[in-house]
């Protein structure tokens, strides 16, 4: 029998190829993580200035991992989400808009075990945690360097590395993003579009207290949103037309802080920059297969998703979360954990979420970023309507924590 690497080999140690590793490490699988960043670089203020939304049942996986305690210090916890469509954010304005829509963690404590809606996290810091516990659980890192290639056989599949190197294992899993260099050796395509939009980032921080409630507001150009962070900070994701963001990349500090507080009020007191800015092109694209012979995606590499509704990365903890529960129980079932037949289970689990969430998320942008008098009104009456039914309500908080449908194991908070 051939003596291979590793049993799956992950390209792609971001923040859904990590988890994959300690999912598969604690279930007796050997992972092996190749990327081209060295880890110190990817825990750097400058290298990812964006903040995440995690489902609690996301932030159950990383405690079952044992990187929630990690986490911990750096999890704020979102109690309530306030969502206001509008020409200028309800926040600067005199009085709350008649359309709005209130989500409060309170409501569905009782089926939660009292987790909030979800933790706003940022990035490097989700990325530290996940890192130090890798490495932790002596889970090898290869890096910096990337996968270039891949060759499939009958006995498993070999990853040509950009230092020469070739690695092979029964099973490769991309989870490299939306370029990703392995779905394209295996002949997947993709299909998405660009919206003409950019995500500009920030962190900034106030004068009064948050209070774990988030904002988001549905404006022409596209939405506004203001996510509570420790500290009393916030990570402001305000979203233009590529080219106002252009425009705001080259503006003096002065100037973008006066278009940012038009757009931000003053309802939180003094709002002061607490770190640079970043500008992020916004698109969509989704693989037309999860899987391929020897070959599984995950993460932006099966699905890159508008941040509207911020589900993009607990959908790749999710794909994380799913192919690990498969593996797990091909490998306790005898089976080859790299086989067509295993695979197809992954995909089938995964497909059909993955596709709606994207074409959901992608109907949002579309409803929402215009200034269509009849379609403001009418999504205007549709926020109203929800906020009224409290079973609706509920409805959708607990599919935003990740609460509803066929959950893996992991985000049950239960062990592989």
């Known amino acids: 029998m051939r003596t291979h690497d590793a049993d799956v080999i992950i390209a792609g140690a971001g923040m859904a190829g990590s988890t994959l590793a300690l999912a598969l490490a604690s ?19 400058s290298f990812d200035g964006r903040s995440s939304a995690i489902a609690y049942s996301s932030f159950r996986q990383w405690r079952t991992l044992g990187a929630g305690e990690a ?24 009085g709350p ?10 409501e569905i404590a009782d089926r939660s075990d009292g987790e909030p809606l979800g933790y706003l996290i940022e990035n490097r810091q989700i990325r530290a945690a996940l890192s130090a516990t890798v490495l932790a659980q ?25 230092d020469g190197r070739r690695l092979s294992a029964p099973l490769v899993v991309s989870a490299e993003g939306r370029q990703s260099v392995l779905r394209k050796a295996a002949g997947i395509g ?4 660009g919206y003409g939009q950019s995500g500009v980032v920030a962190t900034v921080r106030m004068q009064r207290p948050h209070e774990g409630v988030a904002h988001e507001y549905f404006l022409p150009n596209g939405p506004f949103a203001i996510l509570p962070l420790t500290d009393n900070r916030a990570s402001l994701v305000w979203t233009e037309t590529t080219k106002a963001a252009e425009a705001l990349r080259q503006a003096s500090p002065e100037a973008f802080h006066s278009h940012l507080m038009r757009r931000f009020g003053d309802f939180l007191g003094t709002v002061e920059m607490a770190g640079p800015t970043f ?32 589900q993009g990365l607990n959908l790749g903890l999710k794909d994380a979360a799913a192919l690990a529960e498969v593996l797990a129980e091909a490998l306790r079932n005898g089976e ?35 200034d269509n008098r ?41 062990a592989l």
């Not at 210090?73 to 304005?93: F, W």
């Not at 993709?190 to 579009?193: F, L, M, N, R, T």
């Open 138 to 162: 002596n889970i090898t890192v290869l890096a910096p360097v990337a996968a270039s290639g891949l060759e499939v056989d009958a006995g498993g599949a070999t990853v040509i590395l950009t």
């Open 374 to 414: 009849l379609l403001r009104l009418a999504r205007g009456i549709g926020l109203a309507a929800v906020n009224r039914i409290a079973p609706a309500r509920r409805f959708f908080m607990h599919e935003a924590g990740g609460g509803v449908g066929d959950l893996p194991i992991l985000l049950r908070g239960g």
């Open 27 to 45: 279930a007796g699988l050997k992972p092996l993580l190749v990327d081209p960043q060295p880890f110190d670089s990817q825990l750097a203020p």
């Open 279 to 310: 500008i992020y092109p916004l698109s969509l694209s989704l693989a037309e297969r999860l899987t391929a012979p020897r070959l599984a995606l995950i993460g932006d590499a099966a699905h890159g998703v508008h941040p509207i509704a911020g």
């Open 71 to 94: 986490l911990a210090p750096h999890a704020q916890r979102i109690e309530q989400i306030l969502v206001t469509d509008g020409k200028a954010p309800g926040a600067s304005a005199s």
């Open 97 to 106: 808009s008649a359309f709005f829509l209130r989500f409060d963690s309170s």
């Open 336 to 370: 080859d954990i790299g086989s067509d037949v295993v695979l197809e289970r992954y995909a089938r689990w995964r497909r059909f979420d993955n596709v709606t969430n994207a074409l959901a998320f992608d109907s949002f942008v579309r409803l929402f970023s215009n």
């Open 190 to 193: 993709d299909i998405g579009w």
